[in-house]
């Protein structure tokens, strides 16, 4: 506690993100993609004229709004772009989820953040449970009296993916708030809700180039939504901090999304990484949950996960374990490349039966 603190400060507790190891390991904690962003991402670092860094970047983006616009079959006025989607949505639920006296509906679990912003924004929170197969049970969110729904899909950390029919049924029985769609794990595998938007003027679909572009470095997320709800999230922005995004990142972010190939190719390769690593954990008796994301849940059974996740830590190897929140049976292992995932199976294998 410090004299100096506005009052609320001391109630707030950081967010701690997955471990960043100095030295070298094998780092399947942080979903981010094995595989290097596209050549033409490079081309751009290599050649970007510096002088472009003496003046205030275009106030509107304009450039990547149009290329997102025309990658997803909308107009630019329906795209908003931010530092990272942590900070689209950080700026999504001071527009429309800071209601007095009501409360903002979440899946008990999904991307953690989300009690971080409600917390920092005195939102209040409902947690609905998952139904018995570790999926959001859409038919319970309430359909009045609460300030917006908020969920990830494919969700976070279990990597289940509900499809667009399932999240349009959702949406015919919510017409007064905001639902918010976090796609982060998009391109693995799910089906985007974005097709949805002309008939829902209150979905928002929240997105990011940190997983299957391969750019989580580089901090470029975005929104796209209907007018009213771009509009909301461009009177919550501030000055030049987040949208627009800084001419390198701009640049970046428009060679990422021209080089469809290449991603493609990542995601194909990510998915069939994945599914062999399923196999193979579940043939090594775990229970593993389907996914559409670049991650596994997996529950080692007759092991504690947490001494699991200590075993491979020793011998170089980083996966998350979530100690709190109901999940300590489980870890959640981001798809790494495929010498990443043998190297993972060959310490599992390799772990005394002590170690449960
Ligand atoms: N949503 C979900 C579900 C996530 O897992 C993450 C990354 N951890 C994010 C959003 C934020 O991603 P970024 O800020 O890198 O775009």
Redo the contacts with the bound molecule.
Sequence with gaps: MSKFWSPGVESLTPYVPGEQPRQRMIKLNT?ENPYPPSEGVEEVLRHFPCEQLRRYPDPESIALRDMLARTYGVNREQVFVGN???EV?AFAFRAFFQRQGEALAIPEHT?SFYPVYCQLYGIELQKLPLNDRWEIALEDFPETGHAGIAF?NPN?PTGHAHGRQAIKSLLERQRERVVLV?E??DGFGGESAVPLIDDHPNLLVTS?F?KSRSL?GMRI?FAIGSRALIEGLERIKDSFNSYPLDPLASAVGIAALEDTRHHEECCRAVMATRERTARELEDMGMEVLPSKANFLFVRPKHLEAASVAASLRTAGILVRHFSKGGLSDWLRISIGSDEEMTALLEALRSLPPSSG
Excluded: I
Aim: no cysteine; hydrophobic share 35%.
């Design positions: 979903n990272g989607s942590d949505l991307y990830a976070a976090d982060a794990y990011t940190s989580a997320g």
